[in-house]
């Protein structure tokens, strides 16, 4: 039998709660955390909405040789790897330096320090511009940071596959478990909530430009009609089944089933992917679909790809077969962060018995959805599928199941 | 002339805000000649710290001369050799 990779830490930084426990309550108990965006005045913008991680003082949790060198979304991330860390029980300087990677997947970087210079180059010339500005934009960089900041040289790297790229980072983490690495620091942060971040967003054409809170991202509603961006996401802690056990380690769940898929060219009239990467998933969990107790869907509130997603729900799993949620509805999306965060909040319904709540909508009746509405629903959970799409094609299903 | 002369405490001041503390190091201690490395300073930190200095200063440092200073004492006798240059 193949090596198990175990979730065993989860750090999280989002919308509607800084901390995995105020966010799970939060989450459980239907708290939006979209709101008028305050990190700049958005008033020239069509879209004025966002999903802002609240409270979050980086110079609380990071010294300040720290600070001039990282943009938001990497202060983000360290802070909620340093919590999935110490809610695993891992303290890294007591492990072998190439025993543990980090893997975490971006969408943007590190927007809104390069937003600032460019300014410097601009406003006050070449010499103003942070010798920084190499790194603390990339996409690796929450990686490298997390990596350096701990010690941490095992196999380590970035996945870039917008929204789908929390999910395929994961993935990633458990192929470096099973290749022996006994830990990987995992997951996705994601954070470009500033004027250049924003009209890169803009420029999709799919950002809602509502400027109601509770009525701007409604996926899977039959008023539909775009997305609310937000920032945040989760940091996870993933170690080989067999080492987190000897260790006594408190896991969360199992990494059980992953798959991945690229839609077809648009026009081609061909079968989009994410049907394939349920049927994938499933296969590599060895599960049957009626083995799986809730999906965690992508929920694009785009009415094209929501029906995408709706029938390729029903296509597996049958009509109103299993429940369904997307509890982004109180963060909005977090781009790469969404899927770490979906999963987090997956192991937690499994440990909890309780499925959170897609809130704000009212479900389009062309969707053979069991969609929880409204408050969380009790159930006896054991398997969650988490769903997540990138623009451009990227389709990716994750399975986590309980392992006691 | 002393009021161009460039002293420890224009460079901590510098190193502060160019790139921060790192945790457990001490600038206010006896860092003369303690190795920029065990000071927490990589050589971004020194490029960064070098820039700051020549647009406070008016000056164009030479970046082997900065890259290549391993101490405080180092860094800021690359920085007066320019001070003393320049206003000479």
């Known amino acids: 039998m193949s090596t198990r990779t ?3 830490g989860i750090g999280v930084t989002a919308p509607n709660g800084l901390g995995t426990d105020h966010w799970w309550s939060a989450t459980c108990g239907g708290k939006n955390g979209i709101a008028r965006i305050t990190r700049f005045d958005p008033s020239a913008y069509p879209a004025k909405l966002a999903g802002q991680v609240p409270g979050f ?3 609380q949790h990071l010294s300040s040789r720290l600070l001039p060198q990282t943009d938001r979304v990497t202060r983000l991330s360290l802070v909620a790897a340093d919590w999935a860390l110490a809610d695993a029980g891992i303290t890294p300087a007591d492990l072998p330096d190439f025993d543990m990677g980090v893997m975490t997947a971006s969408s943007a970087g590190g927007f809104e320090f390069g937003q600032g210079e460019l300014r410097n180059l601009w406003a006050r010339g070449a010499g103003h511009v942070s010798a920084y500005q190499s790194f603390a934009w990339f996409y690796a ?3 490298g940071q997390i ?7 095992g196999p380590s790297g970035v996945v870039v596959s917008e929204g789908a790229g929390g999910l395929d980072a994961i993935a990633q ?3 470096q478990i099973r ?4 830990l990987i620091v995992t997951g996705a942060v994601d954070a470009s909530i500033c004027p250049w971040g924003w009209v890169g967003q803009l420029a999709t054409g799919k950002l809602s430009t509502s400027d109601d809170p509770t009525g701007a991202y409604l996926p899977f509603d039959r008023d539909a009609a775009g997305y609310v961006p937000g920032e945040g996401g989760a940091i996870l802690i993933t170690e080989d089944g067999e080492a987190a056990r000897a260790r006594g380690a408190r896991v969360y769940g199992e990494i059980a089933g992953y798959g991945a898929t690229m839609d077809p060219r648009p026009g081609s009239g061909r079968e989009p992917g994410l049907r394939a990467a349920i049927t994938l998933a499933l296969a590599d969990a060895a599960l049957d679909p009626a083995q799986v107790d809730v999906v965690f869907a992508d929920g694009a509130a785009d009415p094209a790809a929501d029906r995408t997603e709706a029938e390729a729900i029903t296509a597996v799993f049958g009509q109103r077969a299993v429940p369904v949620t997307v509890p982004k509805t109180m963060t909005g999306r977090l781009y790469s962060g969404s899927g770490p965060l979906d999963l987090a909040a997956a192991l937690l319904a499994i440990r909890d018995g309780v499925i959170p709540p897609t809130v704000h909508i009212d479900p389009c009746r062309d969707y053979a959805l069991d969609l929880v509405i409204t408050a969380a629903r009790p159930a006896t959970l054991r398997t969650a599928l988490v769903l997540a799409r990138g623009a ?5 299903a994750m399975v986590v199941r309980a392992t006691h | 002339m002393a009021g161009t002369a460039f002293t420890l405490d224009d460079l901590k001041r510098t190193l502060r805000q160019a790139a921060g503390v790192a945790e457990g190091v001490d600038l206010d201690g006896d860092i003369l000649d303690t190795d920029f490395d065990a000071l927490g300073y990589e050589s971004l930190a020194l490029l960064e710290a070098g820039s700051l200095v020549e647009r406070e200063y008016g000056i164009a440092l030479d970046e082997e001369a900065v890259n290549d200073a391993r101490t405080p004492r180092a860094f800021i006798d690359a920085v007066n050799t320019h001070l003393t240059s320049t206003t000479a």
């Open chain 1, 6 to 8: 175990v979730v065993t």
């Open chain 1, 147 to 153: 990596s350096i900041r701990h010690g941490m040289k």
């Open chain 1, 141 to 143: 960089v929450n990686s």
């Open chain 1, 57 to 59: 003082q980086a110079e």
């Open chain 1, 392 to 396: 451009g094609g990227f389709n990716s």
């Open chain 1, 173 to 175: 983490a458990r192929r």
């Open chain 1, 179 to 182: 290749k022996g690495t006994p």
